[in-house]
Nanobody
């Protein structure tokens, strides 16, 4: 069964940075378009960033545009999310998943932005 394993979360102060990783236990991640999602307490899961197979095009939630960067390494079956200038409202559990046919959700990685 396909597994998505997210890592890299933690506790950071406002303005800090984190780099999240998502490792997919697939024989080949390419050409699946991938996305990073987040779910804050009491809120619905939302799409934060998405990237196409080649990595040449990405889309972002307005509130993270210019601060977050999604990338992928198809040779490593891994997708990344570089998060800079973190804000308290970025606090959530972050998940990755396919933007086409959904894969089983992983456990996510907790990101907490607090002083």
């Amino acid at each position: 069964q396909v597994q998505l394993v997210e890592s890299g979360g933690g506790l950071v102060p406002p303005g800090g940075s984190l780099r999240l990783s998502c490792a997919a236990s697939l024989s080949k991640l390419s050409p699946i378009p991938m996305g990073w999602y987040r779910q804050a307490p009491g809120k619905q899961r939302e799409l934060v960033a998405a990237i196409i197979d080649s990595g040449l095009r990405a889309n972002y939630l307005d509130s993270v545009e210019g601060r977050f960067t999604i990338s992928r390494d198809n040779a490593k079956n891994t997708v990344y999310l570089q998060m800079n200038d973190l804000k308290r409202e970025d606090t959530a559990v972050y998940y990755c998943n396919s933007r086409s046919t959904p894969l089983p959700w992983g456990q996510g990685t907790q990101v907490t932005v607090s002083s």
